[in-house]
T-cell receptor
Framework: AQKVTQAQTEISVVEKEDVTLDCVYETRDTTYYLFWYKQPPSGELVFLIRRNSFDEQNEISGRYSWNFQKSTSSFNFTITASQVVDSAVYFCALKPGYSTLTFGKGTMLLVSP | SQTIHQWPATLVQPVGSPLSLECTVEGTSNPNLYWYRQAAGRGLQLLFYSVGIGQISSEVPQNLSASRPQDRQFILSSKKLLLSDSGFYLC???????????????FGPGTRLTVL
Protein backbone atom coordinates (compact mmCIF):
# COMPACT_ATOMS: atom_id res chain seq x y z
CA ALA A 1 0.00 0.00 0.00
CA GLN A 2 1.11 3.54 -0.63
CA LYS A 3 0.82 6.57 1.58
CA VAL A 4 1.60 10.27 1.40
CA THR A 5 2.01 12.33 4.55
CA GLN A 6 1.89 16.09 4.64
CA ALA A 7 2.40 16.75 8.32
CA GLN A 8 1.88 20.51 8.07
CA THR A 9 -1.83 21.21 8.09
CA GLU A 10 -1.50 24.96 7.80
CA ILE A 11 1.40 27.39 7.40
CA SER A 12 1.20 31.17 7.73
CA VAL A 13 3.96 33.42 6.47
CA VAL A 14 4.41 37.05 5.64
CA GLU A 15 5.05 38.07 2.08
CA LYS A 16 8.67 37.69 0.90
CA GLU A 17 9.43 34.94 3.40
CA ASP A 18 10.66 31.60 2.12
CA VAL A 19 8.50 28.60 3.00
CA THR A 20 8.99 24.84 2.67
CA LEU A 21 6.13 22.38 2.42
CA ASP A 22 7.03 18.87 3.52
CA CYS A 23 5.97 15.63 1.85
CA VAL A 24 6.92 12.11 2.96
CA TYR A 25 5.79 9.07 1.01
CA GLU A 26 5.67 5.31 1.39
CA THR A 27 5.66 2.74 -1.37
CA ARG A 28 7.12 -0.70 -2.07
CA ASP A 29 7.40 -0.05 -5.77
CA THR A 30 10.79 0.84 -7.19
CA THR A 31 9.22 2.77 -10.05
CA TYR A 32 6.94 5.60 -9.09
CA TYR A 33 6.09 9.22 -9.75
CA LEU A 34 5.70 12.10 -7.36
CA PHE A 35 3.61 15.20 -7.96
CA TRP A 36 2.73 18.54 -6.48
CA TYR A 37 -0.58 20.27 -7.13
CA LYS A 38 -1.83 23.70 -6.11
CA GLN A 39 -5.48 24.32 -5.22
CA PRO A 40 -6.26 28.06 -5.08
CA PRO A 41 -9.53 29.28 -3.51
CA SER A 42 -11.30 28.77 -6.83
CA GLY A 43 -11.01 25.02 -6.23
CA GLU A 44 -9.38 23.73 -9.40
CA LEU A 45 -6.23 21.69 -8.86
CA VAL A 46 -3.29 22.98 -10.84
CA PHE A 47 -0.47 20.62 -11.76
CA LEU A 48 2.94 21.96 -10.70
CA ILE A 49 5.52 19.23 -11.15
CA ARG A 50 6.13 15.53 -11.78
CA ARG A 51 9.27 13.72 -10.68
CA ASN A 52 10.07 10.06 -11.37
CA SER A 53 11.81 7.78 -8.90
CA PHE A 54 14.96 7.48 -11.02
CA ASP A 55 15.64 11.17 -11.16
CA GLU A 56 16.76 12.69 -7.88
CA GLN A 57 17.93 15.89 -9.42
CA ASN A 58 16.38 18.87 -7.72
CA GLU A 59 14.33 21.20 -9.85
CA ILE A 60 13.86 24.93 -9.83
CA SER A 61 11.15 26.83 -11.65
CA GLY A 62 11.18 30.52 -10.91
CA ARG A 63 10.43 30.96 -7.20
CA TYR A 64 9.52 27.28 -6.85
CA SER A 65 12.00 24.52 -6.10
CA TRP A 66 11.64 20.86 -5.25
CA ASN A 67 13.98 18.66 -3.23
CA PHE A 68 13.58 14.92 -3.87
CA GLN A 69 15.49 12.60 -1.52
CA LYS A 70 14.89 8.87 -1.91
CA SER A 71 16.96 8.11 1.19
CA THR A 72 14.37 9.83 3.36
CA SER A 73 11.37 9.25 1.04
CA SER A 74 10.72 12.95 0.90
CA PHE A 75 9.72 15.35 -1.83
CA ASN A 76 9.68 18.82 -0.32
CA PHE A 77 8.52 21.99 -2.02
CA THR A 78 10.03 25.41 -1.34
CA ILE A 79 8.61 28.75 -2.36
CA THR A 80 11.15 31.55 -2.28
CA ALA A 81 10.05 35.12 -1.59
CA SER A 82 6.42 34.11 -1.14
CA GLN A 83 3.63 36.27 -2.50
CA VAL A 84 -0.01 36.66 -1.56
CA VAL A 85 -0.99 34.85 -4.77
CA ASP A 86 0.80 31.76 -3.44
CA SER A 87 -1.94 31.35 -0.85
CA ALA A 88 -3.56 28.01 -1.59
CA VAL A 89 -3.75 24.41 -0.51
CA TYR A 90 -0.84 22.38 -1.82
CA PHE A 91 -1.10 18.64 -2.38
CA CYS A 92 1.69 16.14 -2.75
CA ALA A 93 0.77 12.94 -4.58
CA LEU A 94 2.34 9.57 -5.35
CA LYS A 95 1.74 7.23 -8.26
CA PRO A 96 3.52 3.87 -7.96
CA GLY A 97 3.78 1.71 -11.04
CA TYR A 98 0.37 1.06 -12.55
CA SER A 99 -1.58 2.26 -9.52
CA THR A 100 -3.69 5.37 -9.30
CA LEU A 101 -2.67 8.61 -7.62
CA THR A 102 -2.55 8.75 -3.84
CA PHE A 103 -2.84 12.27 -2.46
CA GLY A 104 -1.67 13.66 0.84
CA LYS A 105 -4.18 15.62 2.91
CA GLY A 106 -2.74 18.91 1.76
CA THR A 107 -1.06 21.90 3.38
CA MET A 108 -2.86 25.22 3.47
CA LEU A 109 -0.46 28.07 2.87
CA LEU A 110 -1.54 31.56 3.93
CA VAL A 111 0.66 34.41 2.76
CA SER A 112 -0.21 37.75 4.30
CA PRO A 113 0.93 41.12 2.95
CA SER B 1 -4.62 22.16 -26.26
CA GLN B 2 -6.69 20.02 -23.95
CA THR B 3 -9.49 21.36 -21.80
CA ILE B 4 -11.77 19.71 -19.30
CA HIS B 5 -15.26 20.90 -18.47
CA GLN B 6 -17.55 20.10 -15.59
CA TRP B 7 -21.12 21.09 -14.96
CA PRO B 8 -22.93 22.26 -13.12
CA ALA B 9 -20.52 24.40 -11.13
CA THR B 10 -22.71 24.34 -8.04
CA LEU B 11 -25.71 22.26 -7.07
CA VAL B 12 -28.04 22.14 -4.09
CA GLN B 13 -30.12 19.01 -3.86
CA PRO B 14 -32.48 17.52 -1.26
CA VAL B 15 -31.72 14.22 0.39
CA GLY B 16 -33.12 11.35 -1.62
CA SER B 17 -33.01 13.15 -4.96
CA PRO B 18 -31.05 11.85 -7.95
CA LEU B 19 -27.75 13.26 -9.13
CA SER B 20 -25.99 13.58 -12.45
CA LEU B 21 -22.68 15.39 -12.84
CA GLU B 22 -21.03 15.58 -16.20
CA CYS B 23 -17.42 15.89 -17.27
CA THR B 24 -16.11 16.24 -20.80
CA VAL B 25 -12.60 16.51 -22.17
CA GLU B 26 -11.56 18.20 -25.38
CA GLY B 27 -8.38 18.03 -27.39
CA THR B 28 -7.33 14.48 -26.62
CA SER B 29 -8.40 10.95 -27.50
CA ASN B 30 -8.82 7.89 -25.30
CA PRO B 31 -8.00 9.67 -22.05
CA ASN B 32 -8.13 8.02 -18.67
CA LEU B 33 -10.84 9.71 -16.66
CA TYR B 34 -11.28 10.07 -12.91
CA TRP B 35 -13.86 11.25 -10.38
CA TYR B 36 -12.67 12.54 -7.02
CA ARG B 37 -14.55 13.87 -4.04
CA GLN B 38 -13.13 16.43 -1.69
CA ALA B 39 -15.06 16.71 1.54
CA ALA B 40 -14.52 19.36 4.20
CA GLY B 41 -11.01 18.88 5.52
CA ARG B 42 -9.46 18.96 2.03
CA GLY B 43 -8.54 15.31 1.47
CA LEU B 44 -9.06 14.02 -2.07
CA GLN B 45 -10.79 10.68 -2.40
CA LEU B 46 -10.72 8.79 -5.68
CA LEU B 47 -14.21 7.50 -6.43
CA PHE B 48 -14.01 6.05 -9.94
CA TYR B 49 -11.67 5.84 -12.86
CA SER B 50 -12.07 4.72 -16.43
CA VAL B 51 -9.52 3.61 -18.99
CA GLY B 52 -12.00 3.37 -21.86
CA ILE B 53 -15.63 3.53 -22.96
CA GLY B 54 -17.81 1.43 -20.70
CA GLN B 55 -14.88 0.54 -18.43
CA ILE B 56 -15.37 1.75 -14.88
CA SER B 57 -13.37 0.89 -11.78
CA SER B 58 -14.78 1.76 -8.39
CA GLU B 59 -12.42 2.61 -5.61
CA VAL B 60 -14.83 2.87 -2.69
CA PRO B 61 -18.30 1.44 -2.10
CA GLN B 62 -20.98 4.11 -1.94
CA ASN B 63 -24.33 5.03 -3.39
CA LEU B 64 -22.67 6.69 -6.36
CA SER B 65 -22.05 5.24 -9.81
CA ALA B 66 -20.15 6.34 -12.88
CA SER B 67 -20.56 5.80 -16.58
CA ARG B 68 -18.56 6.57 -19.67
CA PRO B 69 -20.92 6.58 -22.62
CA GLN B 70 -18.45 8.28 -24.96
CA ASP B 71 -14.68 8.45 -25.19
CA ARG B 72 -14.41 11.90 -23.63
CA GLN B 73 -17.48 11.95 -21.43
CA PHE B 74 -17.62 10.81 -17.83
CA ILE B 75 -20.78 10.96 -15.73
CA LEU B 76 -21.21 10.62 -11.99
CA SER B 77 -24.67 9.61 -10.80
CA SER B 78 -26.72 8.70 -7.81
CA LYS B 79 -30.28 7.45 -7.54
CA LYS B 80 -30.76 8.82 -4.01
CA LEU B 81 -28.44 11.37 -2.48
CA LEU B 82 -27.35 11.20 1.14
CA LEU B 83 -26.26 14.09 3.35
CA SER B 84 -22.78 12.59 3.34
CA ASP B 85 -22.59 13.03 -0.44
CA SER B 86 -22.04 16.76 0.00
CA GLY B 87 -18.64 17.89 -1.17
CA PHE B 88 -16.57 19.18 -4.02
CA TYR B 89 -16.45 16.80 -6.96
CA LEU B 90 -13.50 16.95 -9.30
CA CYS B 91 -13.09 15.27 -12.64
CA UNK B 92 -9.62 14.67 -14.03
CA UNK B 93 -7.99 13.18 -17.09
CA UNK B 94 -4.60 11.73 -17.88
CA UNK B 95 -2.97 10.50 -21.05
CA UNK B 96 -1.92 7.04 -19.84
CA UNK B 97 -2.80 4.70 -17.03
CA UNK B 98 0.53 2.96 -16.68
CA UNK B 99 4.08 3.90 -16.03
CA UNK B 100 5.18 6.34 -18.66
CA UNK B 101 5.98 9.96 -19.33
CA UNK B 102 2.42 11.29 -19.11
CA UNK B 103 1.15 10.27 -15.71
CA UNK B 104 0.03 13.61 -14.43
CA UNK B 105 -3.67 14.22 -14.09
CA UNK B 106 -5.31 17.44 -15.12
CA PHE B 107 -8.33 18.58 -13.22
CA GLY B 108 -11.56 20.29 -14.12
CA PRO B 109 -13.03 23.27 -12.27
CA GLY B 110 -15.15 21.08 -9.99
CA THR B 111 -18.78 20.91 -8.90
CA ARG B 112 -19.74 21.96 -5.41
CA LEU B 113 -22.61 19.78 -4.24
CA THR B 114 -24.66 20.54 -1.15
CA VAL B 115 -27.19 17.99 -0.03
CA LEU B 116 -29.81 19.36 2.37
Amino acid sequence: AQKVTQAQTEISVVEKEDVTLDCVYETRDTTYYLFWYKQPPSGELVFLIRRNSFDEQNEISGRYSWNFQKSTSSFNFTITASQVVDSAVYFCALKPGYSTLTFGKGTMLLVSP
Amino acid sequence: SQTIHQWPATLVQPVGSPLSLECTVEGTSNPNLYWYRQAAGRGLQLLFYSVGIGQISSEVPQNLSASRPQDRQFILSSKKLLLSDSGFYLCAWSAHAGVGPNNEQFFGPGTRLTVL
